[in-house]
């Protein structure tokens, strides 16, 4: 009997693989020689470099970068197990957590810690990057992270905006010089893991719909608004890139748009993404039963979260799937029309959040949840409830 495991983080309580290995001690409770292939998930957001190293075997690599603020930060980014593949999550150098609250200022804010984390990965000889772009601070439509990556901004005069130059200044931009961008950008994949459709300006676009969370009033939206859309202008008539429309460009303060203009890259849903690197449907082949699970499951688990993606798998395979959360919302029934399994919570008596939430004893749960949850399974294959391991 073949076991795949592929649950996503419990935020704030255990990691994917931590979720792993308290299922495998509590299924091996039971079948304790049945195969079991871990293969931590998540969705492209927080905690995808975690997961993936974790999946594959990778490691991590540590940079001091610029920080949001331009004041230095450390930053870490994962290579994963094939040695080619970086991961990169933005948020690790220009993330809003980066900025204290009453010094959030878009105009500000910039991107160039996160190409100096491009450019460490083309430093460690990878050719594929996949960067999630959630949780940023910035809003300078990925110009700070060009101009790490030797592109050049240049105002009416011809003299280059401000290093590391936030939203503000791109209402000043006038030209782009790319004949300095670093070589290897070229041949390199970028693969961005964007869940959002927002354009790069307008109501719908960055300024308006991220700006107030990162710090700007009515009269910044509109002048960082003003200044993407000149951004837009400037690449299109350089560059030969549109960008103003394309579904996601106003992910993360534009830096979605910045990544396609200077990149080359693909806009790609998170879970698509992980899923590939992953190679989930490589390693559930064959498999007799495939679980996953998050620390909330609710019907909204269905657009996009992890567990979705693993579902997804499941049913191309051919192979059964059940979840284990932490909580299971009323309306997560629903959930089986899409193709879920039976739903389990770790909670089995009344415990608060806080108790649950602990690491050790989040661990116990988990472990006992996949235990009872198989022992389930395995009744259903067998009247007597027994099961060949």
Do not use: W
């Amino acid at each position: 009997m073949k076991i795949v495991l592929a649950p996503d983080s419990f935020k704030g309580s255990l990691t994917a693989a931590q979720v792993c290995a308290a299922m495998e001690e509590g299924i091996r409770r039971f079948l304790p020689h049945v195969e079991i292939v871990p293969a931590p998930m998540a969705d492209g957001g927080e905690g995808t470099v975690q997961s993936l190293v974790d999946a594959t075997g990778g490691d991590f690599v540590f940079e001091a970068v610029t920080g949001p603020l331009g004041g230095s930060v450390q930053a870490r980014f994962g290579i994963l197990g094939d040695g080619q593949t970086a991961v990169i999550e933005m948020a690790a150098a220009s993330g809003l957590p980066l900025v204290p609250e009453d010094q959030r200022d878009p105009r500000e804010t910039t991107t160039y810690g996160t190409g100096e984390l491009i450019r460490a990965a083309l430093d460690h000889d990878c050719t594929d990057l996949i960067v999630g772009i959630g949780g940023s601070a910035t809003n300078d439509a990925g110009a700070g992270m060009a101009q790490a990556l030797g592109v050049r901004l240049l105002d009416e005069a011809g003299q280059p905006l401000r290093e590391g130059c936030g939203g503000g200044e791109l209402s000043r931009l006038a030209r782009i010089d790319t004949s300095g961008i670093d070589p290897r950008i070229g041949p390199a994949r970028f693969h961005v893991a964007c869940d959002v459709d927002n354009p790069l300006y307008g109501p719908r676009g960055a300024a308006y719909v991220y700006g107030p969370q990162k710090g700007a009033d009515p009269q910044m939206v509109r002048e960082l608004d003003a200044s993407l859309r000149n951004f837009a202008e400037v690449v299109q008539r350089d560059l030969g890139v549109d960008v103003a429309d394309i579904p996601g460009a106003g992910a993360a303060g534009g830096l979605g748009a910045g990544l396609v203009a200077f990149c080359g890259a693909t806009l790609e849903p998170g879970i698509d993404i992980v899923l590939e690197a992953i190679d989930l449907a490589e390693k559930a082949q064959g498999a007799d039963l495939l679980i996953t699970g998050e620390g909330a499951i609710n019907y909204q688990t269905a657009f996009g979260k992890a567990p979705s993606g693993a579902v997804r798998v499941a049913r191309q395979v051919g192979c059964p799937n059940l979840v284990i959360a932490g909580c299971v919302d009323l309306e997560a029934n629903q959930l089986h029309e899409q193709g879920f399994g039976p739903l389990f919570s770790i909670c089995n008596e009344p415990i608060s959040l806080a108790e649950a939430m602990e690491p050790q004893r989040a661990h116990e749960m988990v472990a006992l949840a996949a235990e009872q949850a198989v022992r389930c399974f395995c009744l259903g294959r067998s009247p007597e409830g027994g099961v060949s391991s």
